[in-house]
């Protein structure tokens, strides 16, 4: 059983991912500080892996604390790298706290990599990479565009560092990830999206709203140039996310690249609207959602959507869920999730 180190373990993609990993014959052991996870997730995760989950609650800028988890386990084949700063808002407001984060904990990690001997390793990234792009959808090749807050460009300059990194060590092997935009849970309920911090992201907000844990909600922005004038985004099922990681490890493990740099775009391949996702969530789960039609958001970008045909072709990836099942399973753990603060 291969083991594989996945950093940010205990959060939203990474908790999904440790659990599609397990599914598919890996030993998933994690990093995860709880600085924006709760520490029962290891439970939630436990449950679903029959066996408990092994965590290590450390922050990965601490270089001598992240080496220990490297030299106690001499047998990681290939690191997934989710920890990180990922609230737009949050990065326009406080800059420093996602620079100082996103990057030095990358630079930790790939030191490790280096000098205990791991070949592959796996990176989040983001659509935000691509700015505001007119080329749509976008493709790998699409170059970067302006970033539109500190978040993306750390993604950018996480990138950049991958890239330099494999240059100058052959026999390294990365896989960036691009996901656009991550929703929904795990069909069990047992996981699923539970930050720490105020979450900014729209499909726990409806969810949120729903439950009345929020009065009402706004959609930001109604002039965009989009059809129904708000924001075009690309929302994909966590667990379809997930299973492209397992995907990404079999590619390396495999020795499937045939570039020691790849890149893949994660989305569906379809946009949709803000106000789209927010009629789905109504018609799918029958609730009426009360939002109010608002000002645009610093940071965002107008419409985004991916050329998924690369991750299809290379790494044998097709999504299986839509907004439906987004929406749904969303909800439906909204609803069984309060074990986790009781
Ligand atoms: N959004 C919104 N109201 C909210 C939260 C988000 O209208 O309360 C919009 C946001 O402006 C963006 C889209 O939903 O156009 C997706 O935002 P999210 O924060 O979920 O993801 P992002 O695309 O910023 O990574």
Known sequence: MSKILVTGGCGYI???????LTDHGFNAISADDFSNS???????????????HVNYEVNLCDMEATERIFKENPDIEAVIHFAAHIYVPESVENPIKYYRNNLNNLLNVMECCKRYGVDNLIFSSSCAVYGNTKELPVTESTPFGEAECPYARTKQMGEQIIRDFCLANPKFNAVLLRYFNPA????????????????????????????GHRKSMTVFGTDYPTRDGSCVRDFIHVMDLAHAHTKAVEYLLQKKNETNCDVFNLGIGDGVTVLEAINAFEKINGIKLNYSLGERRAGDVAAIYADTSKSKNKLGWTPKRNIEDIVKSAWDWERNKSWLTE
């Open 184 to 211: 929904g849970s795990h069909e069990s309920s047992k996981i699923g999206e539970a930050p720490i911090l105020e979450n900014t992201h729209l499909v726990p907000i409806l969810t949120e709203v729903a439950i």
């Open 38 to 52: 709760h520490q029962k997730m290891v439970d939630g995760i436990s449950s679903l892996i029959n066996k408990k």
């Open 14 to 20: 990474g908790s999904h991912t440790v659990v599609d």
